[in-house]
């Protein structure tokens, strides 16, 4: 069984900063992809940042230039650091990866999501 569990999540004013992090636990013999992706009430979710194994990173264009991710494979945790914050950046933030559990076998994993909220 693989667990991801999102922290860092919390109410902050607009312009402020937050770091959001995912550890992955359990069986893991490999990850690759690690995204972050996010759903506001009554829209769909969206990807919101991906760092591939080789540390190749894509960004939505709302959050280029504002948000960054990173990866610590030796934890199996990917970061999301988010500077100047804006009240559309609230929503619920997921973490997803692609993670290798058995010699034949690569799943995409999901954590429950961590609410972030933008205001005053």
């Known amino acids: 069984q693989v667990q991801l569990v999102e922290s860092g999540g919390g109410l902050v004013q607009p312009g402020g900063s937050l770091r959001l992090s995912c550890a992955a636990s359990g069986r893991i013999l490999s990850v690759y992809a690690m995204s972050w992706y996010r759903q506001a009430p009554g829209k769909q979710r969206e990807l919101v940042a991906q760092i591939t194994s080789a540390y190749s990173t894509n960004f939505a264009d709302s959050v280029k230039g504002r948000f960054t991710i990173s990866r610590d494979n030796a934890k199996f945790t990917v970061y999301l650091q988010m500077d100047s914050l804006k009240p559309e950046d609230t929503a619920v933030y997921f973490c997803?990866?692609?993670?290798?559990?058995?010699?034949?076998?690569?799943?995409?994993?999901w954590g429950r999501g961590t609410q972030v909220t933008v205001s005053s």
């Open positions: 997803k990866m692609s993670i290798r559990t058995t010699n034949s076998r690569v799943d995409d994993y």
